[in-house]
């Protein structure tokens, strides 16, 4: 009786996780799709936009036109040349710097071709940026800004994360005492961008007390020993990452306190309260175990938003980031390192949308892969 | 009308709410004190004038202000029209053959610590022939009268004592030394090194011939002092109160403009698309995913670099990408829900149609939500017009507190220690973004039931 129970029931199981395979493997095929045609929208549209739909060709080539005739005035300055030769001249430059930037062939076929290599992530080569070596590859001017950007936006967003959720976990328990109360008075505060705060602080420390350095990332010359030199880099670290941490920290506690607070108040939590579980424990299991997911999101979120850097901050600090250098390249109509960041961005994005599908599932027994989406 | 009572009377209960709403009051009166004080027309010819408007400011002077907290009170500027402004005499006595004098006489004092950077006089003179003739003088507190220049004077002249060679030498001589700023000389003690001011009643003498009949002198007397106006001036000797007063209205316009349209245009969009589901509601999620990749701000500054820095095709842009964000969605789900209330289901019975469902019964009811999320999303978009203006995108004709941070920050303002050019515009922002902050933050806490009592 009971092997033929069993017997009965493997294939049950079987047929189970196979056709929750299925479903997994369904949603998984649907939504790669689904973020593939985004991304490659996504990327063409920030092509259309960094071109303005082909306007950048005529701003570049009256550009190319102008320096050319200069040029071209300057070499034949004390020169006796005919004038229809100095023409041919003109044209000859101009035609070849124009095949050097790609503007013979229509810009639509070139805007295919840029969507095509960039998806791919060819970044190819800028048009007028170089990098501190030298190089004009994208992928060198880009990767060559990371650790400044990395080292400003990742020190100053991890210590906003980790110290405003756990200053809200703090303030959850203590709903409506002094500290809960000043954090809701300031959280307007939050209101103003980081640079304005920045310049309040350069004002103060630089300006004022001398401490601090105005900007930059390292004194020049820099010093010699590693230690000194990341000392010194630390230094001028202090003012652009507080500006980024004092601008977004009390609206994100009050944030992460409501939202603990609209979870410290559910049933299950009241029950745990009247069996007399030790305080700890309902923090652990009760309220953070069911907001675990919303803190993930919250954390990928920030980890790819790091790639961003902050344009405004990185310029009011003179910080040599990618927010900076991206701001440069528009200056520039540099649309190739535009477009580059942004494709990397946009992968990066979908990349951690489709990732946290799964890690939702895994912290929360609640969510079923592919379930409850239609 | 209740419930707006009952809401009204909450609000009461946070004394956050009360002041900004406070704040965002006297913003609006001084946006409106700014329009009519200077018509738009006149604020931009004082903006963008050029040292024709501006000739009668000195350089980067701070506001009269700061005279209330430093030690050496500094002089403050001031310009004067003889006939027009009270105490600048001028008295016209003609002669027979048709020549006559004109006298003008100005009584000023000086009980600074600091000497002026600059003194000069501007002529305005009608003749036809023969050009009238001016001699300047100014009598000191101690009863000497020092010889200033006597020139023939052209039809517009300016007249600028530093830059008289025959003023510079007889200044020296009086002062026993070669002086840097010749104009110190005139309100110094003779002889002293270095200069102590000799304070007291200063009166400027210009005795001016005519030749002609009908030919007339016209005299305006400029004092550039260390201090000028309430706002101070920049380093193009423009007056600050234009862009701190005008700022207002524009940040204000900008703000509240740019909340209003993205939080109406997203909701209705979002109404539409719940209404209607199906394709509609699928194309709406996925413009939102696509929006999400776009770098906003880089998109925004490359249409301020590419194509135009008018503030309002900048508004523009900013709207079209903020429509497709994160609003969109909280909208939907509030709407999803609200569709299956009953009495959409009525209104469905007696055969309303889609667009007074939409508009009728699903909009009204998430206003109340609306409030808050509009009035919180006022000063990221006002920061976020100063941010441009800082990164040097700003409009290039009006004056608004974003454009004189980033000017001040150009010209290196607070390695310079003039802290007043930056700290008024910051100041100014700070503010309106903390009014509307305060207030919409009051406002989410009463609308919003999940925030109700935490």
Redesign the interface.
């Known amino acids: 009786m009971t092997s033929e129970l069993s017997e009965k029931e493997v294939p049950k199981v079987e047929s189970a996780t196979s056709s929750s395979i299925k479903r997994i493997a369904r949603f998984m095929g649907f939504r790669v799709i689904?973020l593939i045609?985004?991304?490659v929208?996504?990327?063409y549209?920030?092509i259309l936009?960094?071109n303005?739909g082909g306007?950048?060709d005529t701003?570049m080539r009256n550009n190319i036109r102008e320096t050319t005739i200069m040029e071209v005035a300057q070499l034949t300055a004390n020169k006796a040349i005919a004038p229809e030769a100095r023409q041919k001249m003109v044209q000859d430059m101009i035609d070849l710097e124009e095949k050097r930037l790609g503007l013979d062939t229509p810009f639509v076929i070139r805007s295919f071709n840029y969507l095509w290599n960039g998806l791919r992530l060819e970044l190819g080569r800028a048009q007028y940026m170089v990098s501190d070596s030298g190089s004009r590859t994208v992928r060198l001017i880009l990767l060559e800004r990371l650790p400044a950007t990395l080292l400003l936006m990742g020190s100053s967003q991890l210590i906003l994360f980790f110290v405003s959720v756990f200053l809200a976990l703090m303030l959850s328990r203590s709903?409506g005492s002094f500290w809960d109360k000043l954090v809701?008075?300031l959280?307007?505060?939050?209101?103003?961008?980081p640079?304005?705060y920045g310049?309040?602080f350069?004002?103060i420390f630089?300006?004022i007390l001398k401490v601090l350095p105005?900007g930059g990332m390292v004194d020049s010359p820099p010093p010699d020993t590693t230690i000194g030199y990341a000392l010194n880099v630390l230094k001028h670290l202090i003012l652009p990452a507080s500006s980024l941490i004092v601008a977004a920290l009390f609206f994100s506690i009050y944030n992460w306190r409501?939202f603990f607070?609209?979870y410290s108040s559910e049933d299950y939590v009241e029950m745990a309260k009247a069996k007399g579980l030790n305080a700890r424990d309902i923090e652990r299991r009760y309220i953070l175990r069911p907001t675990l997911p919303t803190i993930i999101t919250n954390f990928a979120l920030l980890l790819i938003g790091l790639w961003?850097g902050a344009?405004?901050t990185e310029?009011?600090f003179l910080w040599p980031g990618l927010g900076r250098t991206?701001?440069r390249a528009?200056?520039y109509?540099d649309t190739a390192v535009?477009v580059g960041?942004?494709i990397i961005?946009?992968y990066l994005?979908?990349f951690t949308v489709f990732l946290l599908d799964f890690v939702y599932a895994l912290v929360d027994p609640r969510v079923k892969v592919g379930g409850g989406n239609n | 009308m209740n419930s707006l009572k009952n809401a009204l009377r909450e609000i009461k209960r946070y004394p956050s709410a009360i002041i900004g709403f406070i704040i965002v009051m006297m913003l609006v009166a001084l946006a409106i004190f700014a329009m009519i004080k200077i018509p738009y027309q006149e604020a931009i010819r004082l903006w963008r004038g050029g040292e024709e408007v501006w000739y009668m400011n000195p350089k980067n002077a701070p506001p009269v202000w700061y005279n209330w907290f430093s030690k050496d009170k500094l002089p403050e500027s001031f310009v004067v029209k003889a006939g027009v402004d009270e105490g600048f005499t001028k008295v016209v006595t003609t002669k027979p053959d048709g020549s006559s004098t004109i006298d003008f006489e100005y009584n000023f004092t000086f009980d600074y610590d600091v000497f002026p950077p600059e003194v000069f006089l501007y002529f305005n003179t009608i003749f036809d022939q023969r050009q009238p003739f001016a001699s300047v003088s100014m009598l000191t507190p101690d009863g000497t009268e020092i010889m200033i220049g006597d020139f023939g004077i052209p039809t517009k002249y300016t007249y600028r004592f530093s830059q008289d060679d025959r003023f510079i030498t007889r200044i020296n001589r009086i002062m026993g030394r070669e002086m840097i700023n010749p104009v110190e000389g005139i309100f110094a003690v003779p002889q002293s090194d270095p200069s102590v001011p000799l304070k007291g009643d200063y009166k400027l003498i210009i005795k001016g011939v005519t030749f002609e009949e009908g030919s007339d002198i016209d005299a305006e007397f400029v004092f550039h002092g260390r201090v000028a106006g309430w706002f101070g001036t920049d380093h193009n000797r423009r007056d600050l109160s234009v862009a701190m007063l005008w700022g207002a209205p524009i940040a204000l316009a900008f703000g509240l403009l740019a909340a209003l349209g993205t939080s109406l245009l997203s909701m209705i969009i979002a109404a539409i698309g719940a209404w209607h589901g199906g394709w509609l509601d699928e194309l709406i999620q996925r413009i939102t995913e696509i929006n999400l990749v776009l770098p906003f701000l880089a998109i925004l500054i490359m249409v301020g670099t590419f194509y135009s820095r008018s503030i309002w095709i900048i508004l523009g842009v900013t709207i079209a990408l903020s429509i497709f964000t994160g609003a969109i969605k909280t909208d939907r789900a509030i709407f999803l829900q609200v569709k299956e209330s009953t009495y959409i289901e009525a209104a469905r019975a007696y055969g309303a149609n889609d667009f007074r469902i939409i508009f009728r019964y699903l909009i009204p009811r998430i206003i109340p939500l609306l409030i808050p999320t509009l009035v919180q999303a006022v000063p990221a978009y006002v920061f976020l017009e100063a941010s441009l203006a800082v990164l040097g995108l700003g409009d290039p004709v009006l004056p608004t507190w974003g454009k004189v941070i980033n000017d001040a920050e150009t010209f290196g303002a607070l390695y310079k220690g003039m802290y007043y050019w930056i700290l008024q515009p910051a100041v100014l922002l700070m503010f309106t973004g903390l009014g509307f902050a305060m207030l919409g933050f009051a406002l989410d806490r009463i609308f919003n039931p999940r925030l109700r009592g935490m």
Request: charged share 0%; no cysteine; net charge neutral.
């Open positions: 689904m045609v985004t991304i929208i996504g990327v549209a920030t936009i960094a303005m306007y950048v701003i709903y809701i008075a959280s307007p505060t939050s209101a103003a961008p640079w304005f310049i309040f350069i004002l630089a300006a105005f409501t607070l609209i961003t344009t405004i310029t009011v991206i701001f528009i200056g109509y535009i960041s942004t961005y946009a994005l979908a």
